[in-house]
């Protein structure tokens, strides 16, 4: 299932990440916040890398601490190749 929630806090962010079985990193506009608040909540971030810098941010934080695929035991992430992968995926992180 996938629930939109209204804005909330930022201090409120973490609690319902954490609430999560997944997050979607936005595309094309993706940021390190996300990709952060992901890795402190413990919960499967996908990302699709863009062409331009602030699309790939995540990404690159994810490739420097070798976190190329999901490891349930540290909530990594999966950096998708293409809007299917994204999906495919997001999917089975689900």
Do not use: W
Not at 18 to 25: A, G, P, R
């Amino acid at each position: 299932r996938i629930h939109f929630i209204p804005r909330v806090k930022s201090d409120e962010v973490l609690e319902l990440m954490q609430q999560s079985d997944v997050i979607l990193h936005p595309f094309p506009f993706g940021g390190s916040k996300t990709a952060s608040d992901a890795i402190n909540a413990g919960v499967p971030l996908v990302i699709f890398p863009q062409r331009y810098l602030r699309g790939r941010m995540a990404a690159v934080f994810f490739r420097y601490m070798d976190l190329h695929e999901v490891d349930p035991d540290v909530g990594s992430c999966c950096i998708a190749d293409s809007v299917s992968d994204y999906v495919s995926k997001a999917l089975r992180l689900a």
